[in-house]
């Protein structure tokens, strides 16, 4: 089953699904990932950072929440086959967007801004209701 992320991305729900659930990442370290933080050739993910929104609307990147939060993760094959489709699927945004000297964030809105964990606390919610009227 395909489902619009946005106007600018269309990747399987089970691939982010597979990605967060394989990882344990919260929302924030999931949207705070780059394509630097994609290692394909070793097949390591580099979660150090996540990206949130303040009350006032600004972008900030923060860094983990504990020590324990920064780390380094192995991928599996089926794993890194979602991360590449995800990759393959990201439209070059017209003007890259950088968040306190991060760039080439994985999720974008259609406006080529990062997507915050707001953007998939909505998702979720969507696919749990629609799972639930079934």
């Given amino acids: 089953m395909k489902g619009t992320i946005e106007a600018n991305l269309t ?7 597979k990605i967060f659930f394989s990882f344990y990442l919260t929302k924030a ?4 990932l780059t394509l630097r933080d994609i290692d394909l050739e070793n097949k390591v993910i580099n979660i150090d950072h996540q990206l ?26 089926d794993v890194a086959q979602c991360f590449r ?7 070059e945004p017209e003007y890259e967007r950088v968040v306190e000297g991060y760039a080439g964030f994985l999720f974008t809105d259609k406006n080529g ?3 915050v964990a707001m953007h998939w606390e909505h998702r979720f919610n969507h696919m749990v209701k629609r799972y639930n009227d079934i």
């Fill in 11 to 17: 990747v399987s729900f089970s691939v982010i699904m």
């Fill in 29 to 32: 370290e999931f949207c705070g």
């Fill in 52 to 77: 949130q929104r303040t009350s006032d609307m600004r972008l900030v990147i923060e860094s983990t929440k504990t020590n324990a939060g920064t780390r380094k993760l192995p991928m599996t094959e």
């Fill in 85 to 91: 489709a995800i990759i393959e699927d990201r439209e």
């Fill in 113 to 115: 801004y990062p997507e």
